[in-house]
């Protein structure tokens, strides 16, 4: 029920930036929450950053601080800005909507942070 397109990732140096987005088929205020999970080589996937409708959000420890995340509700879009990247931040990263009972996901980007 709920298509969402991924964009932003890249390759970056230590220190660096990058900006997320993730383009949801409704309005997104119609989603009861939008996060944002990453899995690194290797390692089981995490949530990093959440937003719920009302506009409250949430972050793993390791990205408070340094990632934020915010919606736009004219373009139905969610974005992670990830400011002062470390190598350990490298994973793709994937959107989820959670409508109803129901979660729904991104194809994933690839984010790399080079040492």
């Known amino acids: 029920q709920v298509q969402l397109v991924e964009s932003g990732g890249g390759l970056v140096q230590t220190g660096g930036s990058l900006r997320l987005s993730c383009a949801a088929s409704?309005?997104?205020?119609?989603?009861?929450?939008m996060d944002w999970y990453r899995q690194a080589p290797g390692k089981k996937r995490e949530l990093v950053a959440s937003?719920?409708?009302?506009?409250?959000?949430a972050y793993i420890d390791s990205v408070k601080g340094r990632f934020t995340i915010s919606r736009d509700g004219a373009v139905n879009t969610v974005y992670l800005q990830m400011n002062n990247l470390k190598p350990e931040d490298t994973a793709v990263y994937y959107c989820?909507?959670?409508?109803?009972?129901?979660?729904?996901w991104g194809q994933g980007t690839q984010v790399t942070v080079s040492s």
């Open positions: 989820k909507a959670r409508y109803g009972p129901n979660g729904y």
């Open positions: 409704i309005n997104i205020f119609s989603i009861n929450a």
């Open positions: 937003i719920a409708s009302g506009g409250s959000t």
